[in-house]
Each structure stands twice: as structure tokens, then as C-alpha cells.
């Protein structure tokens, strides 16, 4: 499968570290030129070493996610540059407090909608006309399971992924009769710090690793991708479609 994405562009959030890290690194490997955005100058130095390590190629792009007006500048460079968009992994996300509702600070959750939903609406505002310029433009959004699932002191989170699930559905809609489709990843239970911080007593050895996500969902990249407003589950390999 190698470089079964040569000559694709491929724009990555949160690139610097965990699981946004290791599809940059996956979809370099396999002959796409990474855009990788991430708020952290190191980590995407770091990431930038190691592609270019490997024979790939990059281009860094600091940007903190809730910089929204710098969300908006991003297409025109990359129009310039290359005219289209082929791939949009939006991975950026907070967890935000995992609290009772009523304890919920009210700019933790301003955060967490910003991060988690308005940034990957301006993502989608800046960035559409790119996708549509690709001969098969794919989005993919992070989500979790804890979109469907009301489960106590996870609200201000499950909110926020819940808002996006309908957003990218509503915008795979919208994509129908075009090149470009939009789907959602939910990775389940990945070692991984965000991961750590929602369960610091659990055993992140007996979790799957970011660079096995990557593997497996790269192929959610490809042009020959099926699958528009779909949910590709990780732990269970399953592929939904929600109504």
C-alpha cells in the first residue's frame, strides 16, 4: 500500500502529538504532502523531522484552533500553493471537566464548543471549495462514543461531540453530489493523554496505540473510499450509517 496516496494533499489538526502525530506520520508514509497544524512550534518540528526522515514531506502550519480568523486564512495559501484540498482530518479536541453539569464552568464549556465544534465549522467554511476542487476530497472528524451515551459528569464533552456528529452529517449531506464526502472516526479506547486524563487509573498498555489507528483508518483517505455521513467505529471495525 505504500504511497497509495502520492500527489494527495492532506491537511491534519493537532498534528503534534497522539492521534493526530501518528495519521500525519501514516499519511506522509503513504505519499501525501501533510499541511499538519497544531498549537505546539516543538511537536510539529519534531513531526517534521521524522517525515522528512522517512522520505515524506510537510508543511507546518502553528495555529491554536480556536484562532478562528486564522482558520479562515488557511485556504488561500493552499489554493495558491496546490489549487485543492484531497484530505481534511479534523482531530483537534479538548475533554474540557469531567464534572456534574451544574459545576460546569462556563468558559470550560465556551472551550469546549469552540475547539471541538466551531473550529471544525470554520475548517469546513474555508476549506469546502478546496475539497471540491480534488478529484475525491475526503473529511474526516474525530468523534467518540460519548456522543451517544448520556453518561454522568461527561456532559459538557458529549455535548460538544454530539454537535459535531451532526454537523459533518449535515455537511456529507450537503456534499452528496460532489467529489468530496465527509465522514467521522470514533477511535474507542486509545492510549493516548487525553485518554489518561478522562481514566488515569487505567492500564494504556492494554489499549490500542495511535499508530494502529492510523493504520487502520487510511483508508478512509483514499479516493476509492466508500461512504458519505458514515461513522467507521475503530474498536469494532464496523462502518454506520446514522439517520
Known sequence: MANSLAGRVALVTGASRGIGRAIALKLASQGAHVIATARTVGGLE???????????????VPLDIKDFAGIDRLGAPIAERWGKLDILIGNAGILGTLTPLQHLKPDTFDDLMAVNVTANYRLIRSLEPLLKASDAGRGIFVTSGAAHKARAYWGGYAVSKAALEMLVR???????????????????????????QAMPGEDQASL???????????????????????IYDFKDSILTQRR
Open 46 to 60: 519534531e513531526l517534521d523531522d521524522e517525515i522528512r526522515a522517512a522520505g515524506g514531506s510537510s508543511t507546518l
Open 170 to 196: 449535515t455537511w456529507a449531506a450537503e456534499l452528496a453530489t460532489t467529489n468530496a464526502t465527509a465522514n467521522l472516526l470514533n477511535p474507542g479506547p486509545i492510549a493516548t493523554r487525553m485518554r489518561r
Open 208 to 230: 490500542a496505540t495511535p499508530d494502529q489507528l492510523a493504520e487502520a483508518m487510511i483508508s478512509l483517505c483514499s479516493p476509492d473510499a466508500k461512504g458519505n455521513g458514515y
